[in-house]
């Protein structure tokens, strides 16, 4: 995994590049979305974490990401189908709700203020704010 804290005008231009989108959603997407994953890369927003125990949050959340990014490329390698992969991996819900949960336990373990009451909060807050597929 590899982590990149960019400044905003970088951090907008990669989010333009990895999406094709214009530099106008780009920086719309930036403001709801101060770290973000793709593949086995993490990136975050420089000026949007005031203090380090925030930043390990979101790196606890990012790298969840990671690891599920990882494990599906261990699956192909080891043959299993689309279908299975995506049995054992779950939604994109699943996905981010495994990811907050990790943050979250994160935050309760080195008491880092949380962001949730709850796991059952999370699930509220994944299935309000994303999409699933
Ligand atoms: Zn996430």
Redesign the pocket.
Known sequence: MSIAILSREKYIAKISELEGSSKAVATAKAEQMPA??YRDQTYYLEPYYENIEEFLAAVT??G??VRDYLDELDWVDKGFSKAEIKNKIGSYWD??KK??EREHDFRKETGVPLQFSSKKSIDIHVEKSYENY
Do not use: N, V
Request: aromatic share 20%.
């Open positions: 973000f994953a959340h990012e969840s990401h996905e981010e990811a907050y």
